[in-house]
């Protein structure tokens, strides 16, 4: 039994020294003339020095101790064992110190001395009650705690006490959650999504058959051209369940960023390639201007040919006849210099920015832009931009197809690329969209 639960079994009161009494005697004594003399001084002083006292504790707890001391020795010895834990790992003593951490714990909380208190590098206060908890009465439990940037994570701490050498600890192990439930929710929402875009072209398929199977039944042309609608229709919910389909993989994977390396110049020229083949001839035209050399981004290369077919599908299917959209691939500076460069060229444009990414020192980005001539988009649609199965045209009531899931699709891609996306449009002059993600000669 260490030197402070002694003081504790035989009352602590007895154990002061007589110096102490007398000193508190004095303190008391002069408080009290004090307060007579003049009181509201007093006061003022009396809580001046209580908020330095609380500053200095505060400051206290979070100076990184001496490798060297000798409280920490003996449950250091744990930490071969905490190392090897395949999660992320902590062991603390009972002050809340790290005595050891594995090299998941450091690598996802962002830290590296040992020493420091579990409130430097841990914010959540019900895992710091736990901790305080399983040393104290030795309760063991699991507590459930989010993160939200720069993406949403969830994860589940298990918390257990520990007595090693005579010392109370308790280990915290960190296991990630956000896969788990992000699959419960793309469950439910991929059902309540799919149910209600669905409703509609299966609803007029289900007349269009009424239609051919009764009095259309005789008639060949009329036959034949409800039977086009009806494939029509068809198309529709095809590409909408793919859509979805899409939607629900990438926000599966949103919390894990990418590590492969891609050209984005070259994944825009087979994108753009790809789609000319394949378009109307009375389509706008499409134009790049991209660098002749590679811009190597960190990225899938399916993923950003994903985000630069939508957006240049958008761009071309709201353009009028005989204009262009302008595909430009471009380097920028930071962050904000990559913002600013991509989509600040109009001066009376109107601009939202539905994604940007955390501010990251020594980091720069390279952007796609895509630039249309068509009617622009009214203001107050800008913040709805990347919303799940919004389109500009159901507000105005001028449908022109397609799923709503386009720029959501973007969205989600971006944010796991850890990019921005930025929109500028101007009423009766044109919409610029551009996406931007890391070089990855930064990383």
Avoid at 140 to 155: D, I, L, S
Avoid at 231 to 250: F, N, P, T
Avoid at 387 to 415: C, Q, S
Wanted: aromatic fraction near 6%.
């Amino acid at each position: 039994m260490d030197n402070r639960q002694t003081l504790a079994a035989r009352g602590g009161l007895d154990r002061v020294p007589a110096l102490a009494w007398g000193a508190g005697g004095v303190a008391v004594v002069v408080l009290v003339w004090a307060l007579a003399v003049d009181p509201w001084a007093t006061v003022l002083t009396l809580v001046a020095v209580g908020g330095w006292a609380w500053a200095i504790r505060e400051t206290q707890r979070f100076i990184i101790a001496p490798r060297d001391q000798t409280d920490l020795v003996g449950l250091s010895e744990l930490a071969p064992l905490i190392e090897a834990l395949p999660d992320p790992a902590l062991l603390v003593d009972d002050h809340l110190r790290i005595v050891c951490s594995n090299a998941s714990a450091r690598r996802q909380m962002q830290f590296q001395a040992r020493g420091q208190f579990l409130t430097s590098v841990l914010r959540h206060p019900d895992v710091l009650e736990a901790a305080q908890r399983a040393i104290r009465s030795g309760e063991a439990c699991a507590v459930e705690f989010g993160t939200p940037a720069p993406v949403e994570r969830r994860t589940l701490c298990h918390v257990a006490p520990l007595t090693w050498s005579g010392d109370r600890a308790a280990v915290l192990v960190f296991h990630d959650q956000t896969a788990r439930i992000s699959t419960e929710r793309l469950r439910a929402d991929f059902l309540a999504n799919a149910s209600h875009e669905l409703r509609t072209p299966l609803a007029s398929m289900t007349l269009l058959m009424e239609t051919v199977l009764g009095p259309a039944r005789d008639n060949a042309a009329d036959r034949d051209r409800f039977l086009g609608m009806m494939q029509v229709q068809a198309e529709r919910m095809r590409r909408l369940i793919d859509d979805l389909l899409s939607l629900s993989r990438i926000e599966l994977d949103e919390h894990i960023p990418p590590s492969d390396r891609a050209d984005l110049a070259a994944v825009v020229r087979e994108t753009i390639d790809a789609m000319v083949s394949l378009r109307d001839p009375r389509a706008p035209r499409i134009e790049l201007r991209a660098p002749a050399g590679p811009v190597m981004v960190i990225g899938e290369r399916f993923q950003l040919a994903q985000v630069v077919q939508n957006l240049v599908d958008n761009a071309v299917k709201y353009s009028p006849a005989g204009s262009a959209v302008v595909v430009e691939v471009g380097v920028g500076g930071d962050r904000d210099e990559t913002a600013a460069h991509a989509s600040r060229r109009w001066s009376e444009a109107r601009r939202v920015a539905p994604i940007t990414p955390t501010a990251a020192a020594n980091r720069s980005y390279a952007y796609v832009r895509v630039e249309d001539r068509g009617a622009g988009i009214a203001e107050r649609f800008l913040p709805r931009l990347g919303e799940r199965f919004f389109r500009v045209e159901r507000e105005l009531g001028d449908e022109k197809g397609g799923t709503g899931l386009g720029l959501a699709i973007v969205k989600h891609i971006v944010n796991r690329h850890r990019g921005g996306f930025t929109v500028e449009s101007q009423e009766g002059f044109g919409s610029a969209f551009a996406a931007y993600v890391p070089l990855a000669e930064d990383l």
